[in-house]
RNA sequence: GUCUCCGUCGUCUAGAGGCCUAGGACAUCGGGUUUUCAUCCCGGCAACACGGGUUCGACUCCCGUCGGAGAUGCCA
């Protein structure tokens, strides 16, 4: 029992999920189900100026849609709770003065404001005074006097300290370039930096999975789990993931790089299997070809053995292609109800043929909010020029366009409802009757009843959707413009 | 500035000294199928950052250079 893997995912409530973030808890959730661990949701709640109402709806909604079941969270308790870091305030507390006691941390009374960054000092941070120094009276004092302080760990200026990460291996850093971190803040809330040595301890993880941003303060957080006395967990640091700006740059991926929320992205029109998916590819390899996956098969091939140490740059473009790939495995019927809330087509003509419309749509459609436009001129006709009629390879041009047309046309009005089939069968038969290609009234028909030279589905499928009125009128106006 | 990390096609990656004439996928280009488009097939272009070592042999190991990123908050 001792040896159980346990992971936790511990967001902020900031109001919205960044694909990192949930990349992190993919890749925790994953580590702990691919061997029997326990994955744990904390919230990190302790800035308060950055806490957004509702925002833990936010995180639940989204593991939910991600598929990412947590065994211990606030609405799950596992006995090591609360698991809300607001509600553990005494418990820091608690730690933060034991560890003064031991001679790991000192109180702090400097003023908020501290001193420029400077060439002479261009290491600003820390204590810009001398607290650590000050004499145990002399503390007593002025916390009895009610001055306001913060308690700051107390690093070592001497030495290095080298720890091992599941992924980078080996790291030294110099303890002089380590400040005295803030571990408590003058309103009694932890840090992060405090908070989480606390909380990954006290809820016994064993393998802290979060990004390679915290590599370099991680011999801060080893220096508090000694001073404790405290078991140091194994660290999975995980390579950033990047965006490009418009000048071709990269960086930490951010809202300036487009959607890079969960919620944002679903909202697009990107399916939340195609998106765990695909950042789970972005910085881990199964280290074979194959790149589907659902989430309980990454599970199955989940190993640490293949997180990448370098950073991956986002591509929407494979995102793109990827979520075409899940859209073309569903169902008609699965497919036909995820989209039709994007399709816009509530109170319109086009509702009753939905069924046939998502048909065409399900092989042509990346995302499901380009919906809307492709389908847009079946409720109106667009403007076109007559010599939308031109085509080589279907040796169609405007007159013979107007020849089809005329001679088709009454045609139209004798089914007493206008079939794919019928529609079919009139250009089969006028291709015939002339010995031309089918392709030639094949391409005549279907702009006269699109008014768009690239449609999702052929004249029949337009026509039969278009109804036998309506296509009469479509017919009409070509014959119009064509005149 | 200082510290840390990273460096294989444009992008995501495989590669753990000979299997590499460096594999796959996206994107891109071309061809085929198709009444349009798309799907689906087939094919092309495209990379080991650079320089030194080590070795019989280096994409793989070591050093340096260059480039990129992250950290340096009473944010997480």
Redesign the pocket.
Known sequence: MADQVRTRF???PTGFMHVGNLRTALYAWLLARSRQGKFILRI?D??R??YVENAVDVIYATLRSAGLDHDEGPDRDGGFGPYVQSERREIYRKYAEELVARNGAYY?F???R?EE?S?EN?????CPGHCGDLPAGEVARRLASGA?A?IRQRVPRDGATTFTDCV???????NK?L?D??LL???G?????F??VIDDHLMQISYVVR???????TPKYNMLYRAFGWEIPQYVHL??I?G?DADG????LSKRHGSVSFENLVSEGYLPEAVVNYIA?????P???R?IFSLAELAEVFRL??L????????Y??L???N??YI?SMTPEKFAAVARPFAQIDGTALESSWQQIAR?LQ??T?LLSEIPEKIAFLRALPDYPPELFD?K??KCDPATARAILDETLPQFRSPEKLS?ETV?TI?ARYAEKHQV???QP??A??IALAGQ?????????IGEILGKEEALRRIETARAKLQ
């Open positions: 511990a967001p902020s990190e302790t800035d100026a950055r702090c400097c003023d908020k501290e960054e060439e261009p290491h600003a941070g820390g306001t913060v980078f291996g080996e790291i030294t850093i110099e370039v400040d971190q803030i803040k003058s309103d809330m932890p840090t992060y930096n908070a989480n990004g390679s941003e915290y590599l370099s303060s390579p950033l990047m490009r740059n990269v960086s930490k590819l972005l910085g881990w390899s280290k074979s070809d790149e053995s293949g990448n140490k370098s950073s991956a740059v986002f591509d473009e494979k793109r292609w990827m075409s790939e073309k065409l092989p042509r990346e085509n390879k279907s794919a079919n250009a290609k089918l392709g094949m391409w028909i279907r030279a690239v449609t999702p589905g052929g004249a029949g499928e």
